[in-house]
């Protein structure tokens, strides 16, 4: 029977205000007090998967005085639902907090620690407090302390709750506060009071919409012998219902995804008595930064390899001069794996013989310098910190440096001395982000480096076919660019030649007899490869079914989530041409032809072709494969993963070979 | 320790192959132990490596364990070059101090120094010595080899016991005797000395390290431990002194008393009562690890977990125990190793225990297979389920009424089936709709029991590793099933995929079953060295009925076959025609120890196991 469409609309209306009103439902905020609701929930209707969930998280910030000098207090209290058994994890907390080794006066403290878990047992709600000798505290390292407690009695269906207060002497860098969680968050809210004194930029990022309110208030400012009163600010985010949030492999930091508010202090006025600005734009951290003793100062240094460059340094083209550079260089200092901004003196380096990457960085500058090259400092933020943020500057932010070479007015080559096996133009992947600052005597300017450094295979295949399905052939390849770095890199972390051979004929699924390999260490453009390979077809009757590129490049698509909540980074752009030419057994057809392939997404930042073509006894096919660009969207993902998925269809197809 | 499974396998079990291929030579290794009481020892290291390229780079770090009793007190090291000339030079306070430990408490931390060598070669030496007072229960092992593929020039050893003081030692895989020597003012020295060991090379599918590697585990005869006396002359006598521990842990609240009465005295069954004091540990209790002082081997008490609602692998084990003994029901502490299969013959040391699991006879008693072994730290695992990390492995059974040593069954290799039944209803343009039940047994169980603990966003993502369905699209939830009764896993979903098949033109290729295979990595080795070791027999069964789409024909399609060597077998039957086919891949691995020259065989099955998994058919438009 149909329904009547007024029926039809008045119940999609009620469901709707039903939902809405569940949305806006106000949460329990009184901690030591969990509804019944809280108690008996079995599953959270924004989740049901959900192991567990932060039901509310409140983290009050505030100012106090305290001997003379400011401190900031970070209360929180969160109560989490335990809705799985294996949700009961969340029961064990970790806090870590700054507490120098050394005789710093500047350090944080937890105090006021509490927690207290819920439990129904035959209709009554039983109530066990954590005793303070369930709480431990260790030394991470120099730097960091870490307090760690176990809530009792959580399992399944537990309610607990758990508060404490970080006392904090750096009053001037307030902790990023992250609205979402590995487990969803029912509701959040964080309350910001700042007292009139301090001028902080304020910046909420994320996916996730946050209810924000600003509003004056007074604040009372204990210490300085008693209760003083302040103008000051309350910045209020509110947010309800965020899913949780988890990384992957294709995002470098999952944080730059996470809905969050970041402080940054722009200046400090006491009228009257202090004022200091922090404000901040990347010019005048450009500044600072030239000023730095190891950062401008090592700028400063002389070449300290100039007797071993010799006169042959000075000669040939600028690309081959740089590469000499560097190889000079890593004879000289090995890279110790980490990344640095700054730089210490050149001559302890080279003494020690190792050395970060801003260290080896700033000697490879100083060395082109002395060739006469136009060179500059170019800094970043690794891929893996997450992004450069948009708006207010920090030199914190930035924790690497590399080189920039300009070879004309418009042209500057990137180049990284301190990771293997790279080359001009081509860093590691960790290293192509999209914003760096080049730095130049007249100011810095943003470079995208996501535009120079990029992967390119070329690849040839000749390949015979007998009559029982059983092919052999030659394989060779040039990479370029990324794609070679990447090739060097499997080849160094391979056990053995051996080791590096047999992966490579498990993943192609053939049996490979010769292999050799052109440049595969080193400082250059380009590395080749070759191999003889020889592998069996399916057979039936008389027809040979082959896949028409042989040695598929693409096995599969890698791509298999419906959807995604954030983007897709890949390490760097690429393409990948191979043609082969397939010479069928002698009294044999093609029985059919699959048709051509040419896809490309809607902006076409990905594409692929495929082509075939039958002559006398030889079929060739084209295939060409690009990711343009390195980054696509949430938007762009349903593209990205079809195009990725008919590829990979296509890739791994087969034509049908006949007997005549 | 916590037995907790997060392990997603395919069909296939596939093992991993480390690449840290160290290019390492022990120049020298000596350790001399000064053991001058009961309450004092010490001991001064040395090491001299040499390390040839940058795969053998970790071998310069230095890190030492420390804790309330072990102290290290003092420390220097050299790096030098290919000619000696000395690099660097590293002192006591170049070392970097942590106490970040994965336990919720510990007592240890650690020292440690790490460095990039500037080139290779180079040689680094590190000299150290170590004091230990008070709590003295074992001493440095000697572990000449310590790691793949590192060649041995020389290695040494001495203990030196002061009078009175009796040693004992475990020597495995090493076929250099600890000689012992008389000394003149009462002391006893034990030495051992090995000129030189050829490396280990890292190969597939080796047995395990504590199975090839040399080793000596010395220990006291007698010791002292937080105001706690044992010996060590045998298992039975730690046993003995474990025992100790636990007295008067075991006192149950009268709350708990009447909560276990209520649920287990209508049970008819001693079996049924087990059953339900087990799933009450399950309901009540959680595991966090805590390990300061004596907590290291004597259990927090019955009660305080009761109170707290958690504990570690002791505590939660004596916790059972307890429950047990209130109902009538008798059960032993059982103290095992989840790293060495074989405990030390003769002697006791406290290096081959590191977790605890319950003994709760149901037979005649006294047999292990009348035995159920209760982990009592992971509710997920059935009853007495006996996970692969105590599976065959020697166990202490501790007792008032004397000690002993059993041995933990071992799953029957038929009993470990791994199935899936799989109907593909396929379409003329290559999409399909694919149901899919998997179920792990036996010993699979820990593989699939994973699969619960994920959300569906990552079992999701789990499921497409396993099944090759390419643009997939969920067309149920996926449902997860721990089965405890019958010890089994089971997993059911119903997926679409748009492009099962391939078409091209006339033709299509569909594969026989969208379950993926990894093929096993030969490790690029040429000339096998060591014995093959395949720790557990599985079959996997693989039954797929396909749908074809109409207007189609079968043009080729993959014939029987059938393959069987000494490590296992592999067959595919394909039946019916017109509409449908079924296909049937049974694989069967066999667990065993094989000579190396059998290697060929080994890979040939698996090869064949893995394309048999891979075959397609191909239709032709009618």
């Known amino acids: ?660 | 320790m916590q037995i907790c499974r997060y392990i997603i396998t395919l069909v296939l079990s596939v093992y991993a192959v480390a690449c840290a291929a160290a290019e390492m030579t022990v120049k020298d290794m000596r350790t001399e132990v000064f053991w001058r009481s009961a309450r004092s020892c010490t001991w001064k290291e040395t090491r001299v490596y040499e390390i040839h390229a940058p795969h053998g780079r970790d071998w310069t770090d230095f890190v030492v364990n420390c804790d309330e009793s072990i102290r290290l007190v003092s420390f220097s090291g050299t790096v030098t070059d290919a000619d000696g000339k000395v690099i660097h030079k590293i002192k006591k306070s170049d070392l970097q101090r942590t106490e970040y430990s994965r336990e919720l408490a510990s007592e240890n931390y650690k020292l440690w120094w790490s460095y990039t060598p500037p080139r290779y070669p180079i040689t680094v030496r590190f000299e150290w010595e170590m004091e230990c007072r008070d709590n003295i229960i074992s001493f440095p092992v000697f572990a000449p080899q310590p790691g793949f593929d590192v060649a041995v020039e020389h290695a040494s050893y001495t203990l030196t016991a002061a009078s009175g003081l009796g040693v004992v030692y475990d020597r495995r895989n090493m076929g250099q005797e600890v000689c012992r020597t008389d000394n003149e003012n009462g002391t006893a020295t034990y030495t051992v000395e090995v000129p030189g060991l050829p490396e280990i090379r890292q190969e597939p599918a080796i047995r395990p390290y504590e199975d090839i590697f040399p080793r000596i585990i010395f220990s006291p005869e007698s010791f002292t431990y937080y105001n706690t006396g044992g010996s060590l002359d045998s298992w039975p006598s730690l046993g003995y002194w474990i025992c100790g521990l636990l007295k008067g842990r075991d006192g149950l609240p009268a709350e708990l008393k009447a909560m276990l009465h209520s649920r287990t005295d209508t049970c008819r069954t001693e079996y049924g009562k087990i059953k339900e004091v087990y799933a009450m540990l399950g309901e009540q209790t959680r595991y966090v690890s805590i390990q300061l002082g004596i907590g290291g081997y004597r259990p927090m008490s019955a009660s305080d977990v009761w109170k707290n609602g958690f504990g570690d692998c002791k505590a939660l084990a004596n916790y059972m125990k307890a429950m047990l003994g209130e109902i009538g029901i008798e059960s032993f502490y059982a103290p095992v190793s989840t790293v060495y299969r074989k405990l030390a013959e003769k002697y006791a040391n406290f290096n081959q225990i590191n977790h605890v699991v319950l003994a709760v006879p149901v037979g005649d008693g006294g047999n292990a297979a009348d035995t159920l072994w209760v982990e009592c730290t992971n509710p997920e695992l059935p009853l007495g389920y006996i996970h692969e990390d105590i599976a065959g492995h020697d166990i202490l059974v501790v007792s008032d009424s004397g000690c002993r040593i059993q041995r933990v069954p071992e799953w029957n290799g038929k009993k470990n089936v791994r199935q899936n039944d799989i109907s593909i209803l396929l379409t003329e343009t290559g999409s399909a709709d694919v149901s899919l039940r998997s179920v792990w047994r036996g010993a699979c169980y820990e593989q699939g029991a994973g699969l619960k603990k994920l959300d569906a966003d990552d079992c999701r993502k789990v499921l497409y590793r396993m099944f090759m369905l390419p643009q997939p699209e969920t067309k149920s939830d996926i449902k997860c099933s721990l089965i405890k009764d019958s010890c089994k896993v089971v997993l059911e979903a119903n997926v679409g995929s748009r492009k099962y098949a391939g078409v091209n033109g006339s033709r299509m290729t569909v594969r026989i079953t969208p379950t993926q295979v990894m093929r096993r990595d030969k490790g690029g080795v040429s000339e096998r060295r060591m014995e093959i070791y395949e720790p557990l027999g599985i079959t996997n069964r693989e039954i797929v009925n396909i749908s074809l789409p109409q207007g189609y024909e079968i043009e080729a399609c993959p014939s029987d076959s059938r393959f069987s060597n000494d490590f296992g077998s592999a067959e595919l039957k394909i039946t019916g025609s017109g509409d449908t086919l079924s296909v049937c891949i049974e694989t069967v691995v066999r667990k065993g120890i094989f000579p190396p020259e059998k290697f060929s065989d080994y890979i040939k099955l698996r090869e064949r196991q893995a394309a048999m998994y891979e075959q397609k058919i191909v239709l032709k438009k009618k």
């Open chain 1, 1 to 660: 029977m149909r329904k009547p469409v007024i029926t039809t609309i008045i119940t999609a209306l009620m469901m709707t205000i039903a939902a809405q009103a569940q949305q806006l439902k106000e949460p329990n905020l009184k901690f030591g007090a969990p509804t019944e609701e809280e108690l008996t929930m079995t599953t959270y209707e924004h989740d049901e998967e959900a192991a567990a969930l932060v039901l509310c998280d409140i983290t009050d910030v505030s100012y106090e005085t305290l001997n003379g000098s400011f401190k900031v207090f970070y209360n929180i209290k969160r109560r989490v639902k335990v809705l799985k058994p294996e949700g009961t994890k969340e029961a064990n907390v970790s806090v870590e907090y700054v507490s120098k080794d050394d005789v710093s006066m500047m350090k944080e403290i937890v105090t006021g620690v509490k927690a207290t878990a819920y439990n129904m047992e035959n209709g009554k709600v039983v109530k066990t407090k954590m005793t303070s000798d369930m709480m431990f505290n260790e030394r991470v390292d120099n730097s960091y302390r870490r307090l760690k407690f176990t809530v009792p009695q959580v399992r399944q269906g537990t309610v607990f709750e758990y508060q404490y207060r970080i006392e904090s002497d750096y009053y001037y860098d307030l902790n990023t506060w992250y609205a979402q969680k590995g487990i969803p968050v029912a509701y959040t809210r964080y309350e910001l009071v700042i007292p009139e004194y301090f001028q902080f930029h304020i910046d909420q990022t994320g996916a996730q919409s946050l209810e924000a309110k600003t509003e004056p208030v007074s604040v009372s400012l204990m210490g300085f012998g008693g209760i003083s009163q302040c103008n000051g600010t309350a910045h209020k985010f509110v947010g309800r219902h965020l899913p949780a949030l988890k990384g992957d492999d294709y995002v470098w930091s999952v944080t730059d995804y996470c809905t969050k508010v970041r402080c940054e202090l722009n200046r400090i006025v006491i009228t009257g008595v202090y004022y200091k600005d922090f404000t901040s734009s990347w010019e005048s951290i450009d500044k600072m930064l030239m000023d730095m003793d190891d950062f401008g100062g090592c700028l400063k240094s002389r070449n300290p390899l100039r007797k071993e460059m010799g006169e042959t340094a000075t000669d040939g083209d600028v690309k081959e001069k740089i590469q000499e550079a560097v190889k000079l260089l890593r004879k000289h200092v090995r890279w110790n794996g980490e990344y640095s901004l700054t730089g210490s003196p050149a001559g302890g380096v080279l003494k020690k013989g190792t050395g970060t990457s801003g260290d080896m960085n700033f000697i490879l500058i100083s060395m082109l310098k002395d060739m006469g090259m136009e060179v500059y400092p170019v800094v970043l933020r690794t891929r893996d910190r997450g992004h450069l943020p948009l708006s207010h500057p920090s030199v914190k932010m930035l924790n690497a440096v590399v080189a920039g070479v300009a070879v004309n007015d418009s042209t500057v080559w990137y180049v990284d001395a301190a990771v293997a096996g790279g080359d001009v133009n081509t860093l590691t992947p960790k290293l192509v982000v999209d914003r760096a600052r080049l730095l130049t005597a007249n100011g810095g300017i943003w470079v995208n480096l996501q535009d120079v450094s990029k992967g390119m295979i070329t690849a040839g295949i000749k390949c015979s076919l007998s009559a029982d399905g059983s092919f052999s052939g030659r394989y060779d390849a040039v990479m370029r660019g990324n794609s070679a770095m990447s090739a060097r890199a499997d080849i160094q972390e391979a056990k053995d030649s051996a080791d590096y051979v047999s992966s490579c004929a498990d993943r192609l699924g053939v049996t490979i007899e010769k292999h050799g390999a052109v440049g595969k260490s080193g400082f250059s453009s380009e590395m080749k490869e070759y191999f003889v390979f020889s592998g069996q077809c399916d057979v039936s009757g008389d027809v040979i079914y082959v896949n028409p590129l042989v040695l598929s490049p693409v096995r599969e698509n890698i791509f298999t989530a419906e959807k995604r909540d954030m983007p897709v980074e890949f390490p760097y752009s690429r393409s990948i041409r191979q043609s082969v030419t397939l010479e069928l057994p002698h009294g044999y057809h093609v029985d059919e032809l699959p048709a051509p392939l040419n896809l490309r997404t809607p902006d076409g930042g990905m594409s692929c072709q495929m082509q075939m073509a039958v002559t006398d006894n030889l079929v060739t096919t084209m295939f060409r494969m690009t990711i343009a660009k390195p980054v696509f969207t949430v938007v762009e993902y349903e593209a990205m993963k079809q195009l990725f998925e008919l590829m990979a269809e296509k890739a791994n197809g087969i034509i049908a070979i006949k007997k005549n």
